[in-house]
């Protein structure tokens, strides 16, 4: 592919390269987070310096922990709910559609910008129970089309809320909490240390600085997102450094042994239940 196909690619798209290398590199490692043969497939066909992520240790198995950890959440959702809806907001190249076995739920949509849709469709196929929509995740036209089936819905977003402020993620659950009833909303809540430090972390690091999104939200308690409306319900909370096998350096290790630094450099992944409280 020519590296043309991705030159309309804006700051917070072209992070998707970097998620993209590390699920590819996870095939390296013995006992991996992850088996992603379709991001090996792809990072073959697409001409990208993916070299300069190769010291990129510690984000590459934080991303692949990350989706590793939310790959079980969701094939725990639909296996309880298999006449499930399930959309993935800010999809980018992620094949966890393929990772988790194309389950036959009653629809599976993927939703991101229009530049990163027409690229997703030329490495995805779309089926009568699998839709691609180019659409902002801020645009709640996605909304109407998953409740119209009236079943359970699933609601993944992974590697994206980082990028956006406070205010606007805010809106986002408000909206969320206003058009639904009832959903289970996954998603992953940076490092609260990590906000306005883009540049130090070591695979954004790399990319040149007028190319390089800036972090811009966390919450240092994730029970802070219950105040904000009373639908939400932090169901459950993975600190990552928990499940790391080892992979991360020795020195954070060591450091998360430590409550301020676990507590505010370590990266969640977080199961929120939006539902009417039963009062």
Known sequence: MNTENLQSLGKIPETMLITLWAKAE??????????????????SQIDYDFSKFKKSKFS??????????????????????????????????????????CPNVTHWY??????????????????????????SLFDSQWITLIKAPQKPILIIVEGVLMYFERKDIKAFFETLCHELNEAVFLFDMLAY???????VHDSLGTMEE?????????????HTLEAWNPKIHIEKEYFMSDFNKGRYPFIFRMLYKIPYFYRRFNQRVIKVKIVENEE
């Not at 996870?26 to 990072?43: S, T, W």
């Not at 939703?111 to 691609?132: A, G, H, Y």
Request: with cysteine; glycine share 4%; aromatic share 8%.
């Open 210 to 222: 007028n190319q390089r999104p800036e972090f811009k939200w966390s919450e240092l308690n994730s």
């Open 26 to 43: 996870e095939c390296h490692y013995k006992q991996p987070f992850l088996v992603d043969e379709k991001a090996q497939e792809m990072i």
């Open 110 to 135: 993927e939703l991101d910008l229009p530049e990163v849709i027409e690229l997703r469709k030329k490495f995805f196929q779309e089926s009568e129970r699998r839709t691609f929509l180019s659409l």
């Open 60 to 101: 590459q198995a934080g991303v692949c922990l990350r989706a590793s950890l939310i790959d079980k959440e969701v094939q725990a959702f639909i296996s309880d709910h298999p006449d499930a809806v399930v959309i993935q907001l800010g999809a980018g190249l992620d094949a966890r559609y393929e990772r988790i076995g």
């Open 193 to 199: 240390a990590l906000v306005g430090h883009a540049k």
